[in-house]
């Protein structure tokens, strides 16, 4: 049986890297390893193929009942949630990332689409891969945030490329070298350019 694998440790040559397509035969094959690799653990609830080195589009869900994606593709979302994430391929490395509480996905062993959803209850849920509790409205959020995180791995992307940043505000703005600024220490006040204004502000003057 295969691990998965750390990648704050070891190399992974598939975790950034969009799978292949499968048969619906093969996937199925793959997906009956992933979920014993789950079970063996009991520490996650998803699990994608390129997470233990597979290269094929194949990922698993077990949050209120298991599910296989078998080459699946978002094909509609909606609402957008912030949601706090861990990862199994980058163990204790949670991350804050931005979501959508409704998805409809297309899997290739199936004839219908996969509709996730959380109930609008779940708006005031922790958001957090580990505070979610297990009445159902939050549980289908869940599933649903997680259901984007293994579709995400399919196609090379992590946590990483879904976290939100926070936005600058307005004292983190860049100022030009050439830009006017005023400085004051004390009473004294000084109109400079940027650049000639650093000498004083490593003297102690600051920058209203």
Same mark, same amino acid.
């Given at each position: 049986m295969?691990?998965?694998?750390?990648c704050?440790?070891?190399?992974?040559?598939?975790?950034?890297k969009?799978? &292949?397509?499968? /048969?619906?035969?093969?996937g199925?094959?793959?997906?009956?390893?992933? !979920?014993?690799?789950?079970?063996k653990?009991?520490?996650?609830?998803?699990?994608?193929?390129?997470?233990v080195?597979?290269?094929?589009?194949?990922a698993?869900?077990?949050?209120r009942?298991?599910?296989?994606?078998?080459?699946?593709?978002?094909?509609?979302?909606s609402?957008e949630?912030?949601?706090?994430?861990?990862?199994l391929s980058?163990?204790?490395?949670?991350i804050r990332?931005?979501?959508y509480k409704?998805?409809?996905?297309q /899997?290739?062993?199936?004839?219908?689409q996969?509709? !996730? /959803?959380g109930?609008?209850?779940?708006?005031?849920v922790?958001?957090?891969?580990?505070?979610?509790?297990?009445?159902d409205t939050?549980?289908?959020?869940?599933?649903?945030?997680?259901?984007?995180h293994?579709?995400?791995?399919?196609?090379?992307l992590?946590?990483?490329?879904?976290? &939100? &940043?926070?936005?600058?505000?307005? /004292?983190?703005k860049?100022?030009?070298?050439?830009?006017?600024?005023?400085?004051?220490?004390g009473?004294a006040?000084?109109?400079?350019?940027? &650049?000639?204004?650093?000498?004083?502000i490593?003297?102690?003057?600051?920058?209203e």
């Amino acid at each position: 049986m295969k691990n998965i694998i750390n990648c704050l440790v070891n190399h992974n040559p598939v975790i950034t890297k969009k799978l &292949k397509e499968v /048969s619906i035969e093969e996937g199925r094959v793959i997906a009956t390893e992933l !979920f014993q690799i789950l079970n063996k653990r009991q520490d996650g609830i998803g699990l994608a193929a390129n997470q233990v080195g597979i290269d094929a589009q194949v990922a698993v869900v077990n949050v209120r009942e298991p599910i296989i994606l078998i080459n699946p593709k978002i094909i509609d979302k909606s609402d957008e949630i912030s949601y706090y994430e861990g990862c199994l391929s980058f163990p204790k490395h949670g991350i804050r990332t931005q979501r959508y509480k409704n998805i409809i996905v297309q /899997s290739a062993d199936v004839d219908s689409q996969y509709y !996730f /959803s959380g109930a609008e209850s779940a708006k005031d849920v922790k958001g957090s891969w580990e505070t979610a509790k297990k009445h159902d409205t939050e549980q289908r959020l869940l599933e649903a945030i997680c259901v984007q995180h293994e579709i995400d791995h399919l196609n090379g992307l992590t946590i990483h490329d879904r976290e &939100k &940043k926070l936005e600058p505000t307005k /004292s983190e703005k860049k100022i030009g070298r050439n830009n006017l600024v005023t400085i004051k220490k004390g009473d004294a006040v000084k109109v400079l350019k940027y &650049k000639k204004a650093q000498k004083f502000i490593n003297d102690g003057w600051v920058i209203e």
